[in-house]
């Protein structure tokens, strides 16, 4: 105890002798005191902002539970999950599904004429963040007619089932087509060695 009196004695004699320490030790008490203040106002502004979103997100909350009629609105949304369910194909198996949709489209284009049908599979692949759903994809290589490439594209945009073109070339000299389409499938079991 008595070495640290001697040592506070010491350091009050250097203050009072040294003018330059003095203003060190009050420059550095100011910015520590200037440091704090600045940080104590980021948190205060913190919990502002954090209470201004909070509160605004009840307000909305609110709004929406007053003026919202939520039978209607769950039957519409069933209605509307309905309808898009109706848009995607349907198949147990990966190759159920690339042979369902070879076939349909193998149909399709004999039924507008199209010549020397050639559908081979695509690309078949889960679909990124979207469980239970497949992209199958098939390659079609046919010759044509003039005309006939429109009204292959008027069948495709107007199926039940939707078909979804990713790519259509076509070379007027041979009147060939190549296309490259894909189809959304639900109901594929996920492949248990994967």
């Known amino acids: 105890m008595n070495a640290l009196k001697a040592l506070w004695r010491q350091l009050r004699a250097e203050l009072s002798a040294n003018h330059r320490l003095r203003l060190g030790v009050w420059g550095i008490a100011f910015t520590l005191l200037l440091f704090l203040t600045l940080l104590q106002g980021d948190r205060l502004v913190a919990a502002y902002e954090g209470y201004a979103g909070a509160a605004d997100r009840l307000a909305r909350a609110e709004r929406l539970l007053e003026g919202h009629d939520w039978t209607a609105a769950k039957d519409l949304e069933q209605q509307r999950n309905a309808q898009l369910a109706a848009a995607f194909w349907r198949a147990e198996t990966q190759g159920v599904a690339e042979a369902s949709l070879q076939a349909a489209l193998t149909q399709l284009l004999t039924s507008l004429e199209f010549f020397n049908v050639r559908?081979?599979?695509?690309?078949?692949?889960?679909?990124?963040?979207?469980?239970?759903?497949?992209?199958?994809?098939?390659?079609?290589?046919?010759?044509?007619?003039?005309?006939?490439?429109?009204?292959?594209?008027?069948?495709?945009?107007?199926?039940?089932?939707?078909?979804?073109?990713?790519?259509?070339?076509?070379?007027?000299?041979?009147?060939?087509?190549?296309?490259?389409?894909?189809?959304?499938?639900?109901?594929?079991?996920?492949?248990?060695?994967?």
Do not use: C, H
């Open 119 to 194: 559908v081979r599979p695509g690309v078949s692949q889960p679909v990124p963040d979207v469980p239970g759903l497949w992209q199958i994809q098939a390659q079609v290589n046919a010759g044509y007619r003039k005309g006939a490439e429109l009204q292959l594209l008027y069948a495709l945009a107007n199926s039940e089932k939707k078909i979804i073109v990713d790519r259509m070339d076509m070379a007027s000299q041979n009147a060939r087509l190549l296309l490259i389409v894909s189809a959304y499938f639900t109901g594929i079991a996920e492949d248990p060695q994967a």
